[in-house]
């Protein structure tokens, strides 16, 4: 089940998000701005009627009447209305007469009060004027008197409710121009991520040659459109190489499968009647399935190791013993070469001991094949600061210079007429084998060789001093 908005654009999640967050923004700098020009407002007629509450308590502590006198030393802050009724609500003392009366005052007290109002005080609204209100209560002469404490806060009521609709109004038009100022540039910023994904789209195993533009500019975008052609070279290459594996194996597999096929074709025929068909059939047979044998194990092998599942079990070997081992019994079944092994310096490495020993199969058996008896095939282990070069040479028919580095890819074989005429054949894929075997062991292939000169491989082995681990 998909969740909420998981198939909404990203351009529009973004414009989305980056509204709503410029939205919260505005709305709390509006609330926090009409806060405190409230709060200044309401503050300043809190100060003032403090003052005059203060002082005027102090004087009538000090025994002031309620007359004229009362007025010398400003006991009030200007601004401040100071009323004094008696029981009756008769008003005996007041120093602002225009100023509205206390029944309106009364009348226009709000039951609940704006949260940055003082608690002690009320606050009433007269026409367009909003005022503080607060009593009290003192003893004069046998009567009780009501003082009554009354400073306009603002007389621009409405000119603050207008401000609240003109900054509320500029929120939401922010925010709309915000969500459109917002899409429009998502559209531009993702538009090149829409043109890689339609490219992406129109790439296909069979036309793979597409790339992706890449833009002008040094940004993420250019990052990524750079890394996925090398990606998309890589696949081609990966692909190209598959086609072309898949393409030799079939032909490879295709010629002994088309020779057993024909003498299998012929042994039906003739093969009851005549013993020398009927040998030469078997004979044939028997060594295209060997030959197919090997190529299968081959080409399993290359595929375990292009898929990470081809086992290594590396241990400390004795390299010179291993040499050693591998030359004698390269002499047993050479018998038209000269086998030679030169020099064998000690040395332990850290190695897979079948796998170094099948990769030294796969370059004798090279050697053997490529040289025409009677001819010389040599081994040379020398000891050379951590390393120890082992040399396995012959003087065969060598190789070009400019078919040196194509040796070791697979199925290619060298001049491949001419090895047919003079009677050797092969998969070409032992030399892909020993690399592969060479980098598994951090081995370095190097390689001299010249027409019919010979040919020289040198392994640089990284040797482990002491053999244990």
């Known amino acids: 089940m998909d969740r909420p908005f998981a198939r909404v654009r990203i351009s529009t999640k ?76 008769r008003i005996v003392l007041e120093n602002d007469a225009h100023y509205p009366a206390l029944e309106d005052i009364e009348a226009g007290t709000l039951a609940r009060k704006p949260f940055w109002a003082d608690p002690d005080m009320d606050v009433a609204i007269v026409g367009n004027s909003v005022i503080y209100h607060a009593t009290r209560d003192v003893m004069r002469d046998g009567s009780i008197y009501r003082v009554h404490f009354l400073r306009t806060i603002t007389s621009e009521r409405q000119f603050l409710l207008d401000l609240q609709k003109f900054l509320l109004f500029l929120v939401l038009a922010g925010f709309l121009i915000a969500l459109a100022a917002g899409a429009f540039m998502s559209e531009r910023v993702l538009w090149p991520i829409r043109n890689m994904t339609a490219t992406a789209k129109k790439i296909e195993v069979e036309a793979m040659s597409r790339r992706l533009d890449v833009p002008p500019t040094r940004d993420e975008l250019h990052e990524l459109a750079v890394t996925f052609n090398h990606m998309l070279d890589r696949l081609e290459a990966g692909f190209a190489q598959q086609q072309r594996f898949v393409s030799d194996a079939s032909h490879e597999l295709r010629t002994p499968v088309t020779v057993i096929l024909g003498y299998s074709d012929l042994l039906a025929r003739w093969g009851q009647s005549d013993a020398s068909v009927l040998q030469e059939g078997i004979d044939s047979i028997q060594s295209e399935a060997e030959n197919m044998q090997q190529l299968i194990e081959k080409l399993l092998f290359l595929a375990r190791a292009d898929q990470k599942r081809q086992a290594l079990h590396k241990e400390p070997v004795e390299l ?94 060298v001049d491949t007429s001419r090895t047919k005429a003079e009677g050797t054949s092969g998969t070409g894929l032992g030399l892909s084998i020993a690399t592969w075997i060479a980098e598994q062991h951090d081995i370095e292939i190097t390689m001299t060789s010249a027409l019919g000169e010979g040919t020289a491989i040198h392994l640089a082995i990284p040797v482990v001093d002491g053999g244990i681990f």
């Open 14 to 89: 973004i414009t989305a998000v980056y509204a709503v967050i410029l939205f919260v923004v505005l709305a709390f700098t509006m609330g926090a701005l009409i806060t405190g020009i409230y709060y200044s407002f309401y503050h300043q007629a809190e100060v003032a009627m403090g003052v005059s509450m203060r002082q005027v308590t102090a004087k009538l502590d000090a025994g002031a009447a309620f007359t004229r006198d009362f007025w010398k030393d400003d006991p009030v802050v200007p601004g401040t209305v100071l009323r004094v009724t008696d029981i009756t609500g």
């Open 320 to 413: 010179h013993e291993l040499v050693e081992d591998v030359m004698k019994k390269m002499k047993l079944v050479t018998k038209q070469h000269e086998v030679s092994l030169l020099q064998n310096d000690p040395a332990t490495i850290y190695a897979d001991p079948v796998l170094i020993r099948q990769m030294m199969r796969i370059f004798l058996e090279n050697s053997a094949k490529y040289t025409p008896a009677p001819g010389h095939i040599t081994a040379k282990s020398e000891r050379k600061g951590d390393k120890i070069v082992l040399t396995l040479a012959d003087d065969g028919i060598g190789i070009a210079p400019e078919e040196q580095k194509k040796v070791f890819e697979r199925f290619y074989r």
